[in-house]
């Protein structure tokens, strides 16, 4: 089954520099239907009210950090199957671990190119 | 021997000088009567006692000595002046990348809007470009991360030298020991240096715009 690039991307990160790149990473690989979310409670928020096929999350944001919001997705029954990239700088292994436990769908470290975030989104979602 | 009976030898002893000489006694006679009173009281002491009370003077020189030597150093000055500039200054880089990333990302952006216009190898060629401009700017990120780790590091030391004021209190230096703060040290040093002169940057807030260093310039003439 091919993805379908029309499906709506939310990405997360309290730096909106951050949040610049990955949409226009994002827009070059063919994604144009991107929301953007600083924290992890308001990509709660958007999440129950919106339909995301994919969510690109920092790690350490506030109030709510990319762990939480991971955590609250996969303990909501609808939200539950959402694809979920942790994009973080946070690159020691007990951090991957607890992500991994989490439920998370792939994990990118920071600095990250293109390449990586492409692969990442295929393993996820298949090819595209 | 106590207390009370050191209170009472002592209290013989001026009876008899005040019988002996009234209220007025001369100097090496108050002087023989602390040598005998010690005299006395050091019979009562063994080697321990007197090796605790000369460990114990040792420990009180010392800290002395360390209080002196920690006010000298100006841990207020540290607190007050290096730490909140390094601080202020650590900012002030984070925002000058970050305006920085953003001015580049608008010019990529503005590119890319151009690739309608291009024929498609060209285009393909502009596009691989600007994915590697936007993969550089990943470093503004990890920079500010980097740099907001190194402020709280700042900040923990700047509380413990806090703790280390109020434990040792505001203790005088000796005047030798003290060196003038930045700006009484500046003052004092009429001849300005080239190194004076290199001071770099200045901080937004601080620093004059070209408006400003313009009419300076108009002034001299």
Redesign the interface.
Known sequence: MSVDKNMNVLIV?D?K??L??IR??LR?LGFINIEEATDGSMALQMMREGNFGLVISDW?MEPMTGLQLLREVRADAKLKPTPFIMVT?ESKSENVIAAKEAGVSNYIV?????ETLKAKMVSVLGEF | MSAGKIDKDLALRLDELRREHGDTVRLDRVAEVVRSLLSTMSGDLDAKDIRLYQELEALANYIHAARAEIAALRPDEIQNHYIASATDELDAIVGATESATNEILDACEQLETMLTDLPPEMGQRLTDATTRIYEACNFQDITGQRITKVVRALKHIEQKIEALVAAFGPAEPTAEATPPPPEAAADEVKQVTDEDLLNGPQLPERASRQADIDALFASFD
């Open positions: 990160d730096y520099t951050m610049r790149i226009n990473l070059q350490n700088a920071k600095p990250f190119n293109a």
